[in-house]
């Protein structure tokens, strides 16, 4: 079945680096893609999606490519700050009416000061 | 209200006991999904609805899961005879068409089964 892989943290690193995120992804047909992050004590919030090959979704300085020939869809950011400290979801959907989201395990990033 | 609201935030239950647990979607939102989030793991779909018709109920675990929404409003997880691996964040979500990709989630209810 579909399912989605990310890289296992915790991430920590300190303000103002270089965060990638990796996620890889397996689907049969074109599934759309998206990361959720989950800030402390908040419910799940939608970051960025990418619906089609080669789409780049952004959003808050963040940004994932969707590539379909290495299937992934990895989550960069040039410089992270300590507000970003969240636990992040890669996730898909097969694009179907009422198809549910299936999650990665979640990536916990910690930004210092 | 604004968001997605799921009651309690916190509940304790003894082994065996019953619990329900309550998610009033965004108002108007058609689609309403139910997850389950165990410690240190994304979260794992249990049961979709659209309106008040259960579409989808692949993921509940076991015949101790029942969930409804009569009105297709406010929505209901139930389980019965709780034991200690139903211990879990459970997340409640609502998307305004009957497609799955623009979820809002509720901030969840910690369930710990003793």
């Known amino acids: 079945g579909d399912s989605v892989t990310q890289m296992e943290g915790p991430v920590t690193l300190s303000e103002e680096a270089f965060l990638t995120i990796n996620c890889t992804y397996t689907?049969?047909?074109?599934?759309?893609l998206f990361w959720y992050v989950q800030y402390p004590g908040e419910g799940l919030q939608l970051l960025l999606k990418?619906?089609?090959?080669?789409d780049k979704g952004s959003n808050k300085g963040f940004e994932a490519t969707y590539r379909k020939e290495t299937t992934s869809f990895h989550l960069e950011k040039g410089s992270v700050q300590v507000s970003d400290s969240a636990v992040y979801f890669c996730?898909?959907?097969?694009?179907?009416?009422?198809?549910?989201?299936?999650f990665g395990k979640g990536t916990t990033l910690s930004v210092s000061s | 209200g604004a968001g997605v609201s799921q009651s309690p935030r916190y509940k304790v239950a003894k082994r065996g006991q019953d619990v329900a647990l309550r998610c009033d979607p965004i108002?108007?939102?058609?689609?309403l999904f139910w997850y389950q989030q165990a410690l240190g793991q994304g979260p794992e779909f249990l049961t979709y609805?659209?309106?008040?018709?259960?579409?989808?109920k692949s993921g509940l675990p076991s015949d101790r899961f029942f969930a409804e929404r009569p009105e297709g409003s406010v929505s209901t997880l139930k389980i019965q005879r709780t034991q200690q691996e139903d211990s879990a964040v459970y997340l409640c979500?609502?998307?305004?068409?009957?497609?799955?990709?623009?979820?809002?989630f509720g901030s969840g209810t910690q369930l710990s089964v003793l």
């Open positions: 108002s108007g939102h058609v689609s």
């Open positions: 990418a619906t089609k090959a080669d």
């Open positions: 996730a898909l959907t097969p694009n179907q009416a009422g198809t549910a989201l299936i």
């Open positions: 689907a049969t047909g074109y599934p759309s």
């Open positions: 979500a609502s998307s305004k068409g009957q497609g799955g990709e623009k979820l809002f």
């Open positions: 609805f659209q309106n008040e018709a259960q579409l989808d």
